[in-house]
């Protein structure tokens, strides 16, 4: 199975940027890949998802015009550039094989299980 590991996560200031990875270990297919993210008392959120296919996006309101998801198959990686960062986008950030719609964002499986992700922190 596809197996996916999170990194380049760290502490920034307000407006800063940062770029998160997603590595997948094997082939990802025709997966959507999303970004979610979980705040300490917070449900977790879809951020943004990347279909390998074809590369349409979708992006959550509140980071839409200041993240931009990107991917390259043959790294078989999906990244996350965050701009214009916000305490608000504070959070551990993962990926997961996705579903996504302009109205959705979610995990593809029931039963996912989810990895390590990787911190966020957006401080002065």
């Known amino acids: 199975q596809v197996q996916l590991v999170e990194s380049g996560g760290g502490l920034v200031q307000p407006g800063g940027s940062l770029r998160l990875s997603c590595a997948a270990s094997?082939?990802?297919?025709?997966?959507?890949i999303g970004w979610f993210r979980q705040a300490p008392g917070k449900e977790r959120e879809g951020v943004s998802c990347?279909?390998?296919?074809?590369?349409?996006?979708y992006y959550a309101v509140s980071v839409k015009g200041r993240f931009t998801i990107s991917r390259d198959n043959a790294k078989n990686t999906v990244y996350l550039q965050m701009n214009s960062l916000k305490a608000e986008d504070t959070a551990v950030y993962y990926c997961?094989?996705?579903?996504?719609?302009?109205?959705?964002?979610?995990?593809?499986?029931?039963?996912?299980?989810w990895g390590q992700g990787t911190q966020v922190t957006v401080s002065s």
């Open positions: 997961a094989p996705a579903r996504c719609s302009a109205q959705t964002m979610g995990v593809l499986w029931q039963r996912y299980n």
């Open positions: 094997g082939s990802i297919f025709d997966y959507f």
């Open positions: 990347i279909s390998r296919s074809d590369g349409s996006t």
